[in-house]
């Protein structure tokens, strides 16, 4: 099980939109529509912002969305925040029970 | 509302077992459907899934730490533990325990307990 791939880090400023990639393989993001998205702030837990690929929970604003092509799982943050500033990682169900997390990207709001 | 509080001793010695709990309020760790799961991160680094258990009992756990990680419930304080074994400095990392959802995502996570490997 090797962890999900991710861009170590990416920019914008207020206003733009982003994307986040996070690459797997046919054993977990492509074969599986499970791939979820956590935002995390300096010293805080982790929280999850996209499930199932695409689904937002309720409390989570609606210029946060996903998608999955393949084995690429993407983030797009659209109308960015200077709030919106932290690290973001992918995880994939991974079969057997199993999930694997990506390495994270550092998402710096100029 | 489901809250997870985890607890640890904070500093362990190299070949040591560590143990940790994770307190569970708002939710019976034995009833219905629910799976929970212990996850870990060094620092600077992205998180690890380490194992998860189901309210029946049954494990899963990472290949890479199957041999050393136990996840086990205990009904009467409703709590989850994790023994983790032999530990080295490789081990040093956030330990965090976290809820399953029915769509395989975490949430929500407690706030983890810092785990230091060091003699």
């Known amino acids: 099980q090797s962890a999900l791939t991710q861009p170590a880090s990416v920019a914008g400023s207020p206003g733009q939109s982003i994307t986040i990639s996070c690459t797997g393989t046919?054993?977990?993001?492509?074969?599986?529509?499970?791939v979820s998205w956590y935002q995390q702030h300096p010293g805080k837990a982790p929280k999850l912002i996209i499930y199932?690929?695409?689904k937002r929970p309720a409390e989570v604003s609606n210029r946060f969305s996903g998608s999955k092509s393949g084995n690429t799982a993407s983030l797009t943050i659209s109308g960015l925040q200077a709030e919106d500033e932290a690290n973001y990682y992918c995880?994939?169900?991974?079969?057997?029970?199993?999930?694997?997390f990506g390495g994270g990207t550092n998402l710096a709001v100029l | 509302q489901v809250q997870l509080q985890e607890s640890g001793p904070g500093l362990v010695k190299p070949s040591e077992t560590v143990s940790l709990t994770c307190s569970v309020s708002?939710?019976?760790?034995?009833?219905?459907?629910?799976?929970w799961s212990w996850i870990r991160q060094p620092a600077g680094k992205g998180p690890e899934w380490i194992g998860r258990?189901?309210?029946?009992?049954?494990?899963s756990y990472t290949p890479s730490l199957k041999s050393r990680a136990t996840i086990s419930l205990h009904t009467s304080k409703n709590q989850i533990s994790l023994r983790l074994s032999s530990v080295t400095a490789a081990d040093t990392a956030v330990y965090y325990c976290?809820?399953?959802?029915?769509?395989?995502?975490?949430?929500?996570w407690g706030q983890g307990t810092l785990v230091i490997v060091s003699s």
């Open positions: 995880c994939s169900y991974a079969g057997s029970s199993t999930w694997v």
């Open positions: 976290a809820t399953v959802t029915g769509s395989s995502a975490f949430d929500p």
């Open positions: 199932e690929g695409d």
């Open positions: 708002g939710a019976a760790i034995r009833s219905g459907d629910n799976f």
């Open positions: 258990i189901y309210a029946s009992g049954s494990t």
């Open positions: 046919r054993s977990d993001v492509e074969n599986y529509n499970l």
